[in-house]
């Protein structure tokens, strides 16, 4: 199951609310007293207050989970892609700290089911800033009594698609210096027009935002911890010419939705994974994406690492010329077209995949022809 390109989750979050037809203001809560102080976490140990900081790898467990959405129809049928962990790679947003993201796909329609992603910013302030700004010029639904005691503050839009893209429902929200946004794209036509499909798209929206709020509750009360597993612990701790940005559990449904994989039910042989993310210091736009999938056996591995080059030579890309040193790990890299440099290597029964490309920007493809070589070097060193 070949790489393909990462979705690039445009992420706004807005604290607004609609008080008349056209009309917008700044809303804020008294259902929910949780504000800015409450994250970062903070704990008593041992009678003294310390601060738990929330980084991109933990800020990632509040997304949403399929638990989460099992009950509703909707998702019946989903499958997640990667988590999205994209620190301050966003050019657009200002004063934030990081932000993470995922995509729930329908497996049957082959669709964008939905887009969820929160941000931390600087302070409540920058976030409200921010939201008034990005929320212009797009119509808002009223959000209706019984759905206002969701986070601080709310609104519900619908953002016509553009590019090809499907129109979407939008729900934001914010819950102390965190924002996050629920996005439900359609299918259906008519929905420019008719008010009824909108409100009720804005009302799932809203269920789901119930859930999304939850969890950032139980975030700033220390109950998300990080899972561990066996393809984690052969991650590289650090990579020369980067800084960490974070590390996180995969699930192979997790692989597959990236891949636009919806067929399967299972990857075959799959045991575990998990990834850490690296932003490159001196191209600041582009990161170095570690995943290390285990498998059953070492013959489930190269099966999986195998199509790798076909897949690339479907799509135009380039095979890249590896050292001895790459190629005694069954390794192979391709140059993909579309703005991504890949390497897959199947040492035992473990593959490593390293990818190097820019989430919100054109990738340096000639310096991450020449990157890719020496950085799985150093991310296969623990294999």
């Excluded at 799509?315 to 391709?334: N, R």
């Excluded at 035992?348 to 310096?367: L, W």
Aim: charged share 25%; no cysteine; hydrophobic share 40%.
């Amino acid at each position: 199951m070949s790489q393909t390109k990462r979705f690039i989750i445009p992420t706004t979050i807005a604290v607004l609310l609609l008080v008349g037809a056209g009309s917008l203001m700044l809303w804020k809560s008294g259902s929910i007293k949780f504000d800015q102080s409450s994250l970062p976490l903070t704990k008593v140990i041992d009678g003294e207050k310390q601060t738990q900081t929330v980084d991109d790898s933990l800020l990632a467990q509040a997304l949403l989970t399929a638990p989460d959405l099992n009950s509703i129809s909707r998702f019946s049928h989903s499958r997640p892609t990667l988590t999205e962990l994209n620190h301050h790679l966003d050019p657009i947003l200002k004063d934030y700290e990081f932000y993470v993201a995922k995509s729930w796909f329908d497996r049957d329609y082959e669709r964008m089911n939905m887009q969820n992603s929160i941000i931390k910013y600087v302070s409540a302030e920058a976030a409200q800033k921010s939201m008034m700004e990005r929320a212009k010029g797009f119509e808002t639904i009223t959000i209706k009594a019984s759905q206002e005691d969701i986070g601080d503050a709310r609104i519900a839009y619908y953002q016509p698609g553009e590019s090809g893209e499907d129109p979407h429902i939008v729900y934001r929200f914010t819950l102390g210096i965190y924002g996050v946004k629920i996005a439900l794209p359609t299918t259906a036509k008519q929905i420019a027009n008719d008010a009824d499909q909108k409100t009720g798209l804005a009302a799932l929206a809203s269920q789901i935002a119930k859930v999304q709020s939850q969890r950032l509750v139980d975030l700033s009360k220390d109950k998300l911890t990080i899972a561990t597993n066996n393809a984690m612990q052969r991650l590289p701790e650090k990579i020369s010419g980067t800084q960490w940005i974070g590390t996180l559990p995969v699930s192979d449904q997790e692989w597959l939705g990236t891949q636009h994989e919806f067929k399967a039910d299972t990857l075959p042989g799959f045991v575990s994974a998990g990834l850490s993310r690296f932003a490159i210091l001196e191209r600041p736009n582009e990161i170095v994406e570690v995943t290390v999938l285990e498998f059953k056996t070492s013959a489930d591995a190269q099966r999986f690492q195998s199509e790798l080059v076909p897949f690339a030579q479907s799509q135009e890309g380039e095979v890249l010329k590896l050292p001895p040193s790459l190629i005694a790990k069954k390794a192979d890299a391709v140059a993909q077209k579309f703005g991504m440099v890949e390497l897959q290597a199947a040492p035992s029964n473990y593959v490593v995949d390293v990818s190097i490309f820019a989430p919100f920007a054109d990738t340096n493809m000639e310096m991450a022809k020449k990157d890719i070589i020496k950085m799985s070097e150093e991310a296969l060193e623990k294999m």
